[in-house]
Protein backbone atom coordinates (compact mmCIF):
# COMPACT_ATOMS: atom_id res chain seq x y z
CA UNK A 1 0.00 0.00 0.00
CA UNK A 2 1.43 3.92 -1.11
CA UNK A 3 1.57 6.03 1.85
CA UNK A 4 1.00 9.55 0.31
CA UNK A 5 3.26 12.57 1.71
CA UNK A 6 1.92 16.51 1.56
CA UNK A 7 3.46 19.32 2.62
CA UNK A 8 0.17 20.59 2.52
CA UNK A 9 -0.98 19.90 6.33
CA UNK A 10 -4.46 21.12 5.88
CA UNK A 11 -7.14 20.31 8.91
CA UNK A 12 -4.94 17.40 9.89
CA UNK A 13 -7.71 14.80 11.26
CA UNK A 14 -5.04 12.22 10.95
CA UNK A 15 -4.64 12.38 14.62
CA UNK A 16 -8.50 11.06 15.18
CA UNK A 17 -10.13 9.69 16.65
CA UNK A 18 -10.82 11.64 19.86
CA UNK A 19 -12.75 11.54 22.73
CA UNK A 20 -15.34 14.16 22.84
CA UNK A 21 -15.88 16.02 26.20
CA UNK A 22 -18.41 18.75 26.98
CA UNK A 23 -16.39 21.63 29.36
CA UNK A 24 -18.22 23.50 31.71
CA UNK A 25 -17.88 26.95 33.15
CA UNK A 26 -20.02 29.29 35.15
CA UNK A 27 -19.61 33.06 36.04
CA UNK A 28 -21.23 36.45 36.13
CA UNK A 29 -24.46 34.52 36.62
CA UNK A 30 -24.34 32.76 33.51
CA UNK A 31 -23.50 29.18 32.77
CA UNK A 32 -22.33 27.28 29.37
CA UNK A 33 -21.26 24.54 27.84
CA UNK A 34 -19.27 23.61 24.82
CA UNK A 35 -17.46 20.38 23.29
CA UNK A 36 -13.96 20.10 23.05
CA UNK A 37 -11.80 17.43 21.64
CA UNK A 38 -8.56 18.65 21.56
CA UNK A 39 -8.19 17.94 25.58
CA UNK A 40 -5.14 15.80 27.16
CA UNK A 41 -3.82 15.22 30.81
CA UNK A 42 -0.82 17.18 31.17
CA UNK A 43 1.01 15.72 34.85
CA UNK A 44 -0.11 12.84 37.02
CA UNK A 45 1.21 14.98 40.35
CA UNK A 46 0.02 18.12 40.24
CA UNK A 47 -2.44 16.30 38.22
CA UNK A 48 -3.08 18.73 35.47
CA UNK A 49 -5.53 19.03 32.47
CA UNK A 50 -5.56 20.66 29.16
CA UNK A 51 -7.98 21.84 27.02
CA UNK A 52 -7.53 23.83 23.81
CA UNK A 53 -10.08 26.48 23.45
CA UNK A 54 -10.32 29.05 20.56
CA UNK A 55 -10.86 32.52 22.38
CA UNK A 56 -13.62 33.48 20.86
CA UNK A 57 -16.20 30.88 22.39
CA UNK A 58 -18.06 32.37 24.90
CA UNK A 59 -17.26 29.71 27.39
CA UNK A 60 -13.55 30.72 27.29
CA UNK A 61 -14.29 34.26 28.73
CA UNK A 62 -16.41 32.56 31.73
CA UNK A 63 -13.68 30.64 32.40
CA UNK A 64 -11.31 33.27 32.09
CA UNK A 65 -13.33 35.12 34.64
CA UNK A 66 -14.04 31.88 36.80
CA UNK A 67 -10.73 30.40 37.02
CA UNK A 68 -12.95 27.51 37.02
CA UNK A 69 -13.44 24.75 34.35
CA UNK A 70 -14.93 21.30 34.43
CA UNK A 71 -14.66 18.27 32.19
CA UNK A 72 -17.16 15.84 31.60
CA UNK A 73 -16.80 12.55 29.36
CA UNK A 74 -20.23 11.25 28.31
CA UNK A 75 -21.04 7.89 27.01
CA UNK A 76 -22.29 7.40 23.11
CA UNK A 77 -26.25 7.46 24.30
CA UNK A 78 -25.22 11.61 24.45
CA UNK A 79 -23.85 11.97 21.09
CA UNK A 80 -26.70 14.54 20.24
CA UNK A 81 -26.22 16.75 22.76
CA UNK A 82 -22.43 16.23 22.45
CA UNK A 83 -22.86 17.60 19.43
CA UNK A 84 -25.54 20.04 19.92
CA UNK A 85 -23.53 22.31 22.50
CA UNK A 86 -20.47 22.19 20.21
CA UNK A 87 -22.67 23.60 17.23
CA UNK A 88 -24.28 26.55 19.06
CA UNK A 89 -23.59 29.75 21.11
CA UNK A 90 -24.24 30.19 24.47
CA UNK A 91 -23.73 34.25 24.37
CA UNK A 92 -27.26 33.60 22.56
CA UNK A 93 -28.77 30.87 24.84
CA UNK A 94 -29.10 28.93 27.54
CA UNK A 95 -27.53 25.56 26.76
CA UNK A 96 -28.73 23.88 29.76
CA UNK A 97 -32.10 24.97 29.47
CA UNK A 98 -31.89 24.55 25.92
CA UNK A 99 -30.95 21.06 25.56
CA UNK A 100 -32.84 19.88 29.06
CA UNK A 101 -29.37 18.84 30.62
CA UNK A 102 -29.43 17.58 33.71
CA UNK A 103 -26.96 18.32 36.01
CA UNK A 104 -24.94 17.57 39.19
CA UNK A 105 -23.50 19.64 42.45
CA UNK A 106 -19.89 20.57 42.18
CA UNK A 107 -17.85 19.79 45.40
CA UNK A 108 -14.77 22.16 45.08
CA UNK A 109 -15.82 24.94 42.20
CA UNK A 110 -19.08 26.39 41.23
CA UNK A 111 -18.14 24.49 37.34
CA UNK A 112 -21.94 22.25 36.06
CA UNK A 113 -21.16 18.91 36.47
CA UNK A 114 -23.08 16.98 33.93
CA UNK A 115 -25.61 14.12 35.45
CA UNK A 116 -25.48 12.15 32.38
CA UNK A 117 -21.11 12.19 32.44
CA UNK A 118 -19.75 8.98 33.89
CA UNK A 119 -16.98 10.43 34.42
CA UNK A 120 -16.56 14.53 35.34
CA UNK A 121 -13.09 16.93 36.71
CA UNK A 122 -14.03 20.04 38.17
CA UNK A 123 -10.82 22.27 37.35
CA UNK A 124 -8.91 25.46 38.44
CA UNK A 125 -7.24 27.17 35.88
CA UNK A 126 -3.29 27.32 36.67
CA UNK A 127 -2.46 28.65 33.31
CA UNK A 128 -3.80 30.27 30.11
CA UNK A 129 -1.43 30.66 27.27
CA UNK A 130 -1.96 31.23 23.30
CA UNK A 131 -0.90 28.63 20.62
CA UNK A 132 -1.69 30.30 17.22
CA UNK A 133 -5.39 30.59 17.04
CA UNK A 134 -6.41 28.41 19.97
CA UNK A 135 -5.23 28.55 23.89
CA UNK A 136 -4.30 26.07 25.79
CA UNK A 137 -5.88 26.39 29.26
CA UNK A 138 -4.19 24.46 31.69
CA UNK A 139 -6.59 23.20 34.62
CA UNK A 140 -5.60 21.59 38.02
CA UNK A 141 -7.81 18.23 39.35
CA UNK A 142 -9.62 19.17 42.54
CA UNK A 143 -12.36 16.90 42.10
CA UNK A 144 -13.11 13.63 40.09
CA UNK A 145 -16.79 12.47 39.74
CA UNK A 146 -17.15 8.84 38.46
CA UNK A 147 -19.93 6.51 37.64
CA UNK A 148 -18.70 3.47 39.92
CA UNK A 149 -20.04 0.79 37.91
CA UNK A 150 -18.71 2.65 33.95
CA UNK A 151 -15.05 1.26 35.69
CA UNK A 152 -13.16 -1.42 36.25
CA UNK A 153 -11.54 -2.71 39.86
CA UNK A 154 -8.39 -1.29 38.25
CA UNK A 155 -10.09 1.79 37.62
CA UNK A 156 -9.91 1.60 33.39
CA UNK A 157 -13.03 2.28 31.85
CA UNK A 158 -15.21 -0.66 31.40
CA UNK A 159 -16.33 -0.54 27.22
CA UNK A 160 -18.82 -3.20 28.47
CA UNK A 161 -20.49 -1.23 30.20
CA UNK A 162 -20.38 2.56 28.88
CA UNK A 163 -18.84 3.39 25.15
CA UNK A 164 -17.56 6.95 25.02
CA UNK A 165 -17.96 9.68 22.24
CA UNK A 166 -15.56 8.90 19.39
CA UNK A 167 -15.31 12.03 17.28
CA UNK A 168 -13.57 11.20 13.24
CA UNK A 169 -13.67 14.82 12.39
CA UNK A 170 -16.04 17.11 10.51
CA UNK A 171 -19.54 15.74 11.56
CA UNK A 172 -18.63 12.04 12.16
CA UNK A 173 -19.10 10.11 15.15
CA UNK A 174 -18.28 6.79 16.21
CA UNK A 175 -18.74 4.51 19.15
CA UNK A 176 -16.43 1.50 20.63
CA UNK A 177 -19.31 -0.96 20.88
CA UNK A 178 -18.81 -4.28 19.68
CA UNK A 179 -21.71 -3.93 17.16
CA UNK A 180 -21.38 -0.38 16.07
C1 LIG B 1 -17.11 17.40 18.21
C2 LIG B 1 -16.69 18.84 18.43
C3 LIG B 1 -15.45 19.11 18.97
C4 LIG B 1 -15.05 20.43 19.21
N1 LIG B 1 -13.82 20.67 19.75
C5 LIG B 1 -13.46 21.95 20.06
C6 LIG B 1 -12.23 22.21 20.74
O1 LIG B 1 -11.47 21.30 21.08
N2 LIG B 1 -11.93 23.49 21.01
C7 LIG B 1 -12.76 24.55 20.66
O2 LIG B 1 -12.45 25.71 20.95
N3 LIG B 1 -13.93 24.32 20.02
C8 LIG B 1 -14.31 23.06 19.75
N4 LIG B 1 -15.50 22.82 19.15
C9 LIG B 1 -16.39 23.95 18.81
C10 LIG B 1 -17.15 24.48 20.02
O3 LIG B 1 -17.67 23.46 20.85
C11 LIG B 1 -18.30 25.37 19.51
O4 LIG B 1 -17.76 26.48 18.79
C12 LIG B 1 -19.26 25.84 20.57
O5 LIG B 1 -20.41 26.30 19.91
C13 LIG B 1 -18.69 26.94 21.44
O6 LIG B 1 -19.70 27.32 22.34
P1 LIG B 1 -19.69 28.67 23.16
O7 LIG B 1 -19.47 29.80 22.19
O8 LIG B 1 -21.06 28.70 23.79
O9 LIG B 1 -18.59 28.58 24.17
C14 LIG B 1 -15.93 21.51 18.89
C15 LIG B 1 -17.18 21.23 18.35
C16 LIG B 1 -17.58 19.90 18.12
C17 LIG B 1 -18.93 19.62 17.56
Known sequence: MAKMI??????????????AAI???????????????????????PPLYGICVAHRRFTYRLIVESKEFGVNFMPSEAVELV????????QQMD??????IARDRPVKTRVPILRD????????LVDD????????LVGMIVAVHTLR???????TLDLDKVSPVLYLGREFYVDTSRTA
Open 23 to 45: VTARAEGKHNAMTVDWHTALSSN
Open 117 to 124: AYAAFECQ
Open 6 to 19: SEDVGVFYQHYPKV
Open 129 to 136: REYGDYRL
Open 83 to 90: HAVGSSAG
Open 149 to 155: EAFTAEG
Open 95 to 100: KFQEFD
